[in-house]
């Protein structure tokens, strides 16, 4: 049973993740996130309007979820503390208690969670991304952000698998469900030829 210490860093790693930095990256530019696009406080929406924007974004959900696991985990704490942290910090980007509940699709908070947990299989997981979403951005793939983003995390639950097993790979594919059903609109679109991710603009 978790005792208290342990609920109240909890606490401390959902708030952590409930910063929307989505949100924040827009101020000075007179546009509510929430409002354009897909509608959803997250980087892939963000890089609909500015790529420098984005990238703030990016930035930002990457390291609170870095950034709350790197300050709660204690080197004595079971293993498990780090994915119940990381879990927290995921949860709290997507229902964020700031955006009345509402928050981001979880995937870039999710990979700052496992460069603290799993740097290098992390590292690689990131490069994993980056060239997917690049071939899917030239191949204007419907949904490329989200085929980049889900792909990956099937990737890193595979490596998982092969390097780790156990109970890493179960969480793994605990977060891979959760952030695939937090897609959801996004596979409806996909496969019902719904608006897709369109391309940011050129600043």
Known sequence: MLDTNTILRMLGC????????????????????????????????????????????????????????????????????????????????????????????????????MLVLFPAWAAAALVFFAALRLLGSRLKWREAGMIASVSTWLFFTLVMALLAGGPDVRNAALMTVFLAWRHQRNFRNLFTGGSGSAPAPNE
């Open 14 to 113: 959902f708030l952590i993740g409930s910063i929307p930095f989505a949100v924040l990256a827009m101020i000075g530019t007179g546009i509510d996130i929430r409002t354009v696009g897909s509608g959803n406080p997250g980087f892939n929406n963000v890089l609909r309007v500015s790529k420098a924007r984005a990238i703030l974004t990016l930035i930002g959900d990457l390291g609170k979820g870095f950034f709350a696991v790197w300050v709660f985990l204690r080197v004595e704490d079971p293993a498990l503390y780090g994915w119940l942290f990381g879990f927290m910090a995921v949860f709290g980007h997507c229902y964020s208690p700031f955006l009345k509940f509402n928050g981001g699709k979880g995937i870039a908070t999710s990979a700052g969670v």
